[in-house]
């Protein structure tokens, strides 16, 4: 009986070996799938943390094009205010110097009239060219 008991002993004690070497190797198997998540976790944590560098690029990059639009705006605003405000302060003198022209071609044009009452070949000359 006590060899049965010593062989069932060393049976046993095989069997927990057996076992203890698969648990260790579940165990082994358990971390490095675990370490293979972690890695995987890491990588996601990597992607999400470009994917947010990206977003605030483009956010900055957002925030320089509407300043540029703003300040194309702005001078396009600019020029065409300038532009307005130059062709008032040109037109202003021109208008007045065509007045004063047009007075003074008034002028003229009555004194030759009054001089062709005189002189008929004037007066022939100016009904010729439709000034009378």
């Not at 004690?13 to 198997?29: H, L, M």
């Not at 007075?103 to 009904?127: G, V």
């Amino acid at each position: 009986m006590i060899r049965l008991e010593v062989r069932l002993e060393e049976g046993l004690k095989a069997t927990n070996q057996r076992i203890d070497a698969t648990n260790q190797r579940i165990d082994d198997a358990l971390k490095a799938v675990n370490q293979r998540f972690d890695s995987v976790n890491e990588r996601f944590d990597s992607v999400n943390q470009r994917f947010d560098s990206v977003n605030q690029r483009i956010d900055d990059l957002r925030g320089l094009i509407y300043v540029m639009i703003s300040v194309t705006v702005s001078g396009m605003l600019f020029i065409v205010g300038f532009a307005l405000w130059d062709r008032r302060t040109i037109l202003a003198p021109l208008a007045k110097t065509t007045k004063e022209l047009e007075a003074h071609t008034e002028k003229l044009t009555l004194a030759i009239k009054a001089k062709a009452e005189k002189d008929p070949e004037l007066k022939e000359a100016l009904k010729h060219a439709g000034l009378l």
